[in-house]
C-alpha cells in the first residue's frame, strides 16, 4: 500500500519519544581508520569531552569497541526513524509538533495491559493447526489475511505477538486473538482480531460469541481489543485494517498529554541533518 499516514498524536508521540531517547544515548558513526572498522564516538551524555571535533574511536574488534558499536548501531537506526518522522512532520504540517508529557496517563485499563503485560505473555498458543498452514518469518499462521495484517504491523513499526492466550473469567474459556500489538511509546497493548469469513454461518457464529465473551471480560472495543471485520477471507482491505489499528494508538493518547504552547521549545526545529542534541 501506498505510504503510511499517522494520525497527528501519534506521529507527535513517536516523534517526541526518539527526540528523549537520542538525548540520552551516544552518538556517532562507522568508518575505516587506518585499515580497521572503527566505531567513532562523536557525543556521550556520561563523557561530555568527545564531541564530534574530539572524537573517540575505538576499532569494533575491542571489547570496548563491541559494546559501542551495539550502542551505536542502535543510536543510528532510532536517529534514523527520528528524521524520517520529522521529515514527514514537516511535509505535513506548518507548525512545530507539541512537546509530549511521558509517561503519558492512561485512561483506564481494568486488564493493565501496558508494556510490561506484553513482555511476559507467551505467543504460538493456539490449538488449532490447518492443514494447509501459511508460513512467515514470524513462524507459522493460520491464513493469509493473518500474514497481511503481520507485513502491516511491521510496515507500521508496532510489535506483536502471535495468538497469546487470555482467560476470560466470566465465560470460563481460553481465546487466543490473532494478534497481541504494543503501543510501546503510551506503555499500552492491545488485542487485535481479524474477523474474516463472515460468510460461512458457523465462522460468524463462532466470531459473534468470541466478541460477546471479550465485552463480558470487560474488554473494550477500540481500547483493550480491536476488531478487523472483513467481508470474507478473500477480501482483504490494507487500508482498513491500518486505519483501525492506528485510530485505537491515537484514541489511547490523551489530548492533555500533548503541549501546545511554543514557548516550551527554546530551540529550533531540527532538520533531518542535525542531532537532536545539537545546540545552537
Not at 93 to 109: A, C, G, L, S, T
Not at 184 to 201: F, H, P, Q, S, V
Not at 262 to 275: A, C, G, N, V, Y
Request: glycine content about 4%.
Amino acid at each position: 500500500m501506498e505510504r503510511i499516514m499517522l494520525p497527528m498524536k501519534v506521529h507527535a508521540v513517536k516523534l517526541e519519544y526518539r527526540k528523549r531517547i537520542l538525548e540520552r544515548i551516544p552518538h556517532g558513526h562507522f568508518c575505516i581508520r587506518r585499515g580497521r572498522k572503527t566505531v567513532v564516538i562523536t557525543h556521550d551524555p556520561e563523557k561530555p569531552k568527545y564531541t564530534a571535533r574530539r572524537p573517540r574511536y575505538l576499532c569494533v574488534s575491542t571489547k570496548l569497541g563491541k559494546i559501542y558499536s551495539e550502542i551505536i548501531t542502535n543510536y543510528l537506526k532510532i536517529k534514523s526513524e527520528y528524521d524520517y518522522l520529522l521529515k514527514s512532520w514537516n511535509d505535513t504540517y506548518n507548525f512545530p509538533p507539541p512537546r509530549v508529557n511521558f509517561p503519558i496517563k492512561q485512561y483506564f485499563d481494568p486488564h493493565l495491559m501496558n508494556n510490561e503485560y506484553f513482555n511476559n505473555q507467551t505467543e504460538h498458543k493456539g490449538r488449532y493447526i490447518p492443514e494447509n498452514p501459511t508460513y512467515s518469518e514470524d513462524g507459522d499462521l493460520k491464513s493469509k489475511n493473518e500474514l497481511f495484517g503481520v507485513e502491516l504491523l511491521h510496515q507500521m513499526g508496532i510489535p506483536f505477538k502471535y495468538e497469546t492466550e487470555v482467560y476470560i473469567e466470566e465465560t470460563d474459556e481460553i481465546i487466543n486473538p490473532d494478534y497481541l500489538i504494543n503501543f510501546y511509546e503510551i506503555d499500552r497493548c492491545a488485542y487485535l482480531e481479524i474477523l474474516g469469513m463472515n460468510d460461512k454461518w458457523d465462522y460468524s457464529v463462532r466470531t459473534s460469541s468470541k466478541i460477546n465473551s471479550y465485552s463480558k471480560g470487560k474488554y473494550r472495543p477500540g481500547r483493550e481489543v480491536i476488531y478487523v471485520l472483513l467481508y470474507d477471507k478473500y477480501n482483504f482491505d490494507c487500508v482498513y485494517f491500518v486505519e483501525q489499528v492506528l485510530s485505537a494508538f491515537n484514541s489511547l493518547i490523551p489530548d492533555s498529554a500533548l503541549e501546545w504552547n511554543d514557548k516550551w521549545r527554546e530551540d529550533k526545529i531540527l532538520s533531518p541533518t542535525e542531532s537532536c542534541c545539537t545546540k545552537k
